[in-house]
């Protein structure tokens, strides 16, 4: 009985610590931090988007110190994350803004960075092991991208079918907790009973591996109805696959695609839907994040809410995908079919 | 007089890797379903098309004991630069794309090949640098954008499809047919051109071929210029293929070419070996990667390292499937002269 009561007290303790914090915290402009914005590596159209939002966000602060863009090469992904990661901890700049792509090796750089003073904000891919990290933006909840997917892979089944999944790096730490999710939700729910998922593949995110990928899976289950691919590569490389060979009628393409690359093949039926989130916003709110912790304005302690700019409240939360790690989740998906892609590829 | 006698070596070595494509293409249809039939001849000849021509390429530069690890980002580049210029001027004439894309990548191409030829740089260290310039060039070039299929007319990206002749359902495409066309025009070079024997004088003996007064830097310079060129068609290939062109376009083909090579009995030394060979070593390839794919026994993990152990078990076997041919002829023809 005794405990029950500590219980219930503790219980009221924590809903009342949280309305202590539900009043959102301004962030105040004018201060000045250097600030890094370090993308899986440049050349990429989303990582250039990202890279405007968080210069919108820059020139609203007023933040009179630096905001650099700088990313490793493409061939040289993971050593040359870990490269700037310790050089810009050297320099002692304010934050350092990651979509990580060197998996938990980052960690020893990223964790010097911090003890340099630097904040270390994720964005797109976290740190896997949570360390080195303050916290992780994330596009939306990892676990609602696997039901989303599952749900277009539902309807353009038409409830039963294969499927088979193109990834992109077998290393990727974004697209294997999105794959696991969506297994998970296949399990969950026995809507979904009669779609088999039959192989998960990896097209390296480039076109041509992707590309030949797509087809081999077409050639390995004749009677396949469907491929998902989570990255942007890989499914506009599936979906000129099939067009190319004439299969758009047998088996369709879904995932996340970009509205730009995908309008042809969602207007001819190759991928009537995909989905995904805006890279810009998702900049914009990584830049404001990091500006509110590396200016002490945030502490980056679970429950705090701070208002971020145009896109409005937002609240650091334990992240459910990775034990220890916070996580500010932005939310929400676009699915995009015939009807909308095509203003959107505008 | 066999039929041994009459053969040159060479095509003994063309021979040998034929008897392991046969016997590769045997394995897997009796490991997996519905294996042998005219798609699988089209997967492989449409994705064999780019590679052949990156493949010519290297052989040229190997057969002067060179390397050239740069072709992956001259691929990469050249389809960027292609793309860009066809999407800002549709009505371009196709050949003077296709004399654009060659000319971008001969030019890399040159300054390797001046790099290596009259500088005296080893070319390995040459091309591992220039494969890191290349490709940064063409980060800063593309300014983050990539060039997508709607950007390109249709006949670019209808091109590569295109059925220049087919039985059921096997079809000879024509950028297949291209690509092999460019093939045995350089294997006629090289097998009746004088100028194109020199390749194989300085690949096999450099003081001898300076003896008989030619020029070797110019030589090796041309290889590379030639390799570049090479690289400059496969990426319009590439972008008519694939349509999307990212920074990461071409990644890898530097190593998968000289595998490519290397499996087609071109002598990592230098001086000796076909782009016949080479050919038919970048359809061995490919055909052991995409059989892998399907075949259900090996893991996604363990992939590439039974890939690996292939291309080494296919180099073995050809050479000394090559070595014994060459033995026989050599007994045979001593027999004869009894």
Redesign the interface.
Known sequence: MKHLIMGAAAALMLTTANFAYAEAIKLEGGKATNMVLLPK?????V??QANEGAQEAHKELANSGELQFVGP????SVAGQIEIMTTSGTQGVGAIMLSNNAGDQITPSAEAAQKAGAKVVTWDSPIPGGKGEDVFVAQVDFGSIGVVMADMAHSILGGKGKMAVLSAS?DASNQNAWIDAMKAALAADPKYADIELVD???GD????VS???A???V??Y?DLGLIMSPTT?GI??SA?AMQ??GLCDKVKVSGLGLP??M??YTMNGCAPEFALWDFRDLGYLTYMTAYGLATGQLKGEIGETFTAGRMGDYSIEADPGREGAKRILMGPFTIYNKDNVEAAAK | MGLLHRLSPAALRILALLAVLAVVILFFSMQIEGYLNGRLFNRISSSVAIMALIATGQTLVILTRNIDLSVGSIVGFSAFATGSLISNNPDLNPLLLLLYSAAVGAGFGMINGALVAYARVPSIIVTLASMALFRSALVEYSNAKSITTETLPAWLTDFPNMPVLSIGTLEVRAGFAASLFVVILVHLCLTRLRPARALFAVGSNPEAADMAGIDAKRVVFAAFALSGLMAGLAGFMFLARFGNITVVAGLGFELKSVASSVVGGVNIFGGSGSVIGAFLGAILVDLLETSLVRWAVVSEFWREAVLGALILLAVTTDTLLSRRLTKLRAKKSKEAAK
Request: hydrophobic share 40%; charged share 30%.
């Open positions: 590596f440049l050349g990429i159209l990582f250039d090469t493409p061939e040289n077998a998960v593949v990896y995110d480039q076109a041509e590309y030949n990928r087809l081999a899976l050639d390995k004749p590569v506009q490389a000129k190319d060979e730009s690359e309008v042809s």
